[in-house]
């Protein structure tokens, strides 16, 4: 009878652990401070490449975006703001910038729920770059027979570019 209560309890501790781990680890990462500071302001994102490689590692399918692309970056503080002129839509997330490496990365949380990565490729006082690498990711492709697929690359990389707006 014990070990039938002993199961669940070690379950719930162990889960529980966990949830706490990463509901705190927007506000235990060191960050690099000077890397935040050179963010603020606004920035419009107007390019976007995604080169999908095949398992020998050649690009297999390439997605360019640049002709209509303006997404507005706005760094405040510890917050980032993301507007789409187009459409008038709005979304906010809260930045770090981790100092744990000689890269700069930048992690984006709604809340304390981590959501992406990006590297900071390049970055001056007029523009910046950011890439991110994704495993197995899928691009929308057409058969011989014209019907519309989902293929699946080795990765795809993700290339956003930046200028500063003020």
């Not at 889960?15 to 401070?33: A, P, Y």
Request: proline residues 2%.
């Amino acid at each position: 009878m014990k070990k039938l209560f002993l199961i669940p309890a070690a379950l719930f501790l162990l889960s529980s652990c966990d949830k706490d781990d990463n509901e705190n680890e927007i506000t235990t990462l060191n960050q690099k401070g000077e890397v935040k500071v050179e963010l603020q302001g606004e920035w419009s994102n107007n390019y976007k490449s995604v080169l999908f490689y095949n398992d020998a590692g050649q690009v297999a399918h390439r997605d360019i975006d640049s002709a209509y692309l303006d997404v507005r970056h706005t760094f405040a503080g510890d917050n980032m703001h993301i507007s789409h002129p187009n459409s008038g839509a709005r979304e906010s997330f809260t930045f770090v910038i981790p100092d744990s490496s000689d890269t700069d990365y930048i992690v984006l949380f709604q809340g304390q729920k981590r959501l992406d990565t990006y590297e900071i490729v390049s970055k001056n006082d007029t523009s910046m770059v950011w890439e991110a690498t994704v495993d197995y990711a899928g691009y929308r492709d057409v058969d011989a027979n014209g019907d519309s697929i989902t293929v699946t690359s080795r990765k795809g990389v993700y290339s956003y570019k930046f200028k500063r707006l003020r």
